[in-house]
């Protein structure tokens, strides 16, 4: 059922792209193939890649063609923005908290209690930041461009043994958070471990790691992390990160104007096909959850109580340990105000 849900969403964007009239249809172009690197399977994160696969196929008469290798084929998760600056593929799913010094601004996204948990504000304010200075510098060392956000969801977490019913029971705990949502959870007493979502697995099974902040919901099934764990947390929601797509800037610039604007113009298809396939697995894993994990949901009081330790403090300590190397304080802000200015739309 999932599945279906999952393919009935995608398809119905993918319909309404096609009736669209933002893009002429036959745009005609030289043969091109673009190879895109991802980690784990194809899952709701890749959805939106693989409906533009098709898009700009179809645009092209089968002339731009996009195959997505995913599972770490052509590259290993932590070395995607290496491989872009050697030329070796066109585009990667990356994830800003398996390589925190290769993207330093990008770690804004991962600072806990951030005012996204909204997917409309989410979206809008992530877009508005893949423009932004800061973060456009980041992909150029690399040799790349950002694309589209993953619009991840906000985290919660999993795990294995005695729940964590109030805030001191994770004293102690490992807990696979990376980025500011590491930090904020080291605020509680846990010990951080940023492990890749391929790898979280093989930790819950070997006993190194006692639970895992992932999407929620998502990523947690996608990942089989359900299939290990004992409880979830239902209205932690300490934040989330940013695994999206960037695209080669060699790549992308050699590519004739009218194949550049079939991927930029397409940019919509990517985040509404992303979103549809997050919300479609919703009805089917938070049904599966209760059925079958113990739920854990905070009081008030607790949120606020950890957002006081975990939230304004951990943003601070992250201003303080970059403001020499970029204008954190800067990147923050304007993170903040594009989230005011969704809410204000």
Request: hydrophobic content about 45%; proline content about 4%; overall charge negative.
């Amino acid at each position: 059922m999932k599945q279906t849900l999952k393919s009935l969403a995608v398809a119905s964007l993918a319909t309404m792209a096609t009736c669209g009239a933002a893009i002429a249809a036959n745009v005609d172009g030289p043969s091109v193939f673009w190879k895109i690197s991802m980690y784990g399977n194809s899952r709701a994160l890749t959805s939106g890649m693989e409906a533009l696969a098709e898009k700009v196929a179809e645009e092209t008469d089968g002339k731009f063609q996009i195959r997505i290798f995913y599972a770490e084929q052509l590259s290993p998760a932590r070395e995607n923005l290496d491989g872009l600056k050697l030329n070796a593929f066109e585009g990667a799913g990356i994830c800003n908290f398996y390589h925190p010094g290769k993207n330093p601004a990008w770690m804004v996204f991962s600072l806990p209690f951030l005012p996204i948990g909204d997917p409309e504000v989410g979206r809008y304010a992530r877009m508005r930041m893949f423009e932004h200075p800061a973060i456009v510098a980041d992909m150029a060392k690399w040799n790349a461009i950002p694309y589209v956000s993953g619009l991840l969801q906000q985290f919660e977490l999993m795990g294995k043994g005695t729940p964590p019913e109030k805030l001191e029971d994770w004293q102690g705990l490992q807990v696979r958070a990376g980025g500011g949502l590491g930090d904020a959870m080291e605020a509680l007493g846990a010990t951080k471990q940023t492990l890749s979502a391929s790898e979280t697995l093989t930790a819950f099974q070997n006993g190194t790691v006692d639970a895992a902040a992932f999407p929620f919901t998502y990523a947690h099934v996608a990942f089989k992390i359900n299939e290990e764990a004992d409880w979830y947390t239902a209205n932690l929601a300490p934040g989330t990160s940013e695994c999206g797509w960037v695209l080669n800037k060699t790549a992308f610039e050699a590519l004739p104007e009218a194949y550049q604007a079939l991927l930029m113009d397409n940019r919509d298809l990517v985040l509404d096909t992303q979103q549809a396939a997050y919300d479609a697995e919703d009805e089917v894993n938070l049904q599966l959850f209760e059925e079958t994990l113990q739920k854990i949901t905070y009081s008030e009081e607790e949120l606020a109580r950890f957002r006081e330790i975990a939230g304004r403090p951990v943003w601070e300590k992250w201003v303080a340990d970059n403001q020499d190397s970029f204008d954190a304080q800067g990147v923050l802000d304007d993170f903040l105000s594009y989230a005011e200015e969704a809410r204000a739309r």
